[in-house]
């Protein structure tokens, strides 16, 4: 356990969260301590996930109020490099209550891939010439639903509405940004549906994302706001139910979209997928176009650092390799 945690320390500090590397080399320093206790012998990366997921949710509900004086996410004005004993202390407090959240599965939304997400639509609206019907499978709670409502940074200028949500250095080189972007119908599944414009939820999106990591938690607070005036549905359905019986629909382009999704899909549901694509591909005319737009990694089954932004539009269907970036989606290279 203990190199699991230094292996995972390392991780962190490599990826940009010195708070958590320095909490889990104190708890990799602490044999027999209150994150050994807590884990109970098991020290993989998604256990360890939802630890300081737990912790991270008591310091946004405010029951931990020594803590969160090191959480930047709650305010805090402390060093979070010196957080461990306030840490240390909520664990052993806590242990049962955190222990429960090991049955719970980790549920992210990232607002930065909408950088992707935004270019790949204007390549089917340049292709097409027509509004979007939008369907996205795995949208978590559905903040990249409303993409369009964001504004994107890049190297030229700005792309979008002034928006709460400004994504930075979302592009290197640019998609066809002349394109007319409209977005007719906005809809999406995932077996565990977060609601955008609740507490509940909205604390627990946050709670996944590291605390000092102060750009994702400020585009995630922000991508709230506008999910509060932009509506969009999100069901409770997995990816290949979702997509079962899909068809073209005259008059608007249907793109289905999914982001760092795909690693979670069995290998017969990743098949029923592909199979309802195909179906209403092969049902697709120029009137009524059908498209598969995804950023996942070059294996797509593997998560990866780096996505692709891939695209295959029917009739036709040959897939196109649109840019790549790193996984956060910030910023997405164009070829
Ligand atoms: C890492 S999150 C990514 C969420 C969102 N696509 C994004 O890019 O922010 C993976 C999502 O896939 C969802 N998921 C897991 N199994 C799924 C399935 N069988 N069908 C559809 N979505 C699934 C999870 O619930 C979770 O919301």
Not at 45 to 56: C, S
Not at 110 to 123: D, F, H, K, N
Not at 177 to 185: C, N, Q, R
Not at 263 to 279: C, K, N, P, Q, V
Request: charged letters at 20%.
């Amino acid at each position: 356990m203990r190199e699991a945690l230094v292996a995972q320390a390392r991780g962190c500090a490599k990826l940009g969260s010195p708070m958590y590397a320095e909490l889990l080399a104190r708890a990799a320093d602490d044999p027999g301590g209150a994150v050994a206790a807590v884990l109970g012998g098991r020290a993989e990366p998604g256990a360890v996930l939802r630890v300081l997921g737990t912790v991270h949710r008591l310091v946004l509900e405010g029951r931990v109020p020594e803590l969160a004086e090191h959480y930047p996410t709650a305010g805090g004005r402390k060093d979070p490099l010196a957080a461990w004993p306030a840490f240390r202390d909520v664990l052993a407090e806590h242990a049962e209550e955190i222990r429960e959240g090991l049955a719970d599965p980790p549920q992210t939304n990232e607002v930065g891939r909408a950088s992707p997400l935004v270019g790949g639509l204007l390549a089917v609206a340049a292709a097409t010439g027509l509004p979007i019907r939008l369907l996205e499978i795995g949208a978590s709670a559905g903040l990249n639903l409303r993409a369009d409502h964001f504004r994107l940074l890049h190297e030229g200028g700005a792309y979008g509405p002034e928006s709460p949500v400004v994504l930075d250095d979302a592009w290197r080189g640019l998609p066809p940004v002349d394109a007319p972007l409209t977005i007719a119908e906005r809809l999406g599944c995932d077996p565990s549906p977060l609601d955008a414009t609740s507490p509940e939820a909205r604390r627990r999106l946050l709670s996944y994302v590291w605390p000092d990591q102060t750009a994702r938690v400020e585009r995630l607070r922000a991508a709230f706001e506008v999910a509060a005036r932009v509506p969009a549905t999100v069901v409770r359905s997995g990816a290949a139910d979702f997509l079962d019986g899909l068809a073209p629909r005259p008059g608007v382009a249907t793109v289905v979209w999914h982001s760092t999704m795909r690693a979670y899909l069995s290998e017969d549901e990743a098949a029923g997928l592909f199979r309802h694509l195909e179906d209403a591909g092969a049902a697709a005319t120029e009137e009524a176009p059908v498209a598969h737009l995804s950023f996942e990694g070059r294996d797509a089954a593997l998560l990866s650092a780096v996505q692709v932004v891939a695209l295959r539009l029917w009739p036709g269907g040959e897939r196109v390799v649109l840019g790549e970036g790193p996984s956060h989606g910030l910023p997405v290279v164009w070829f």
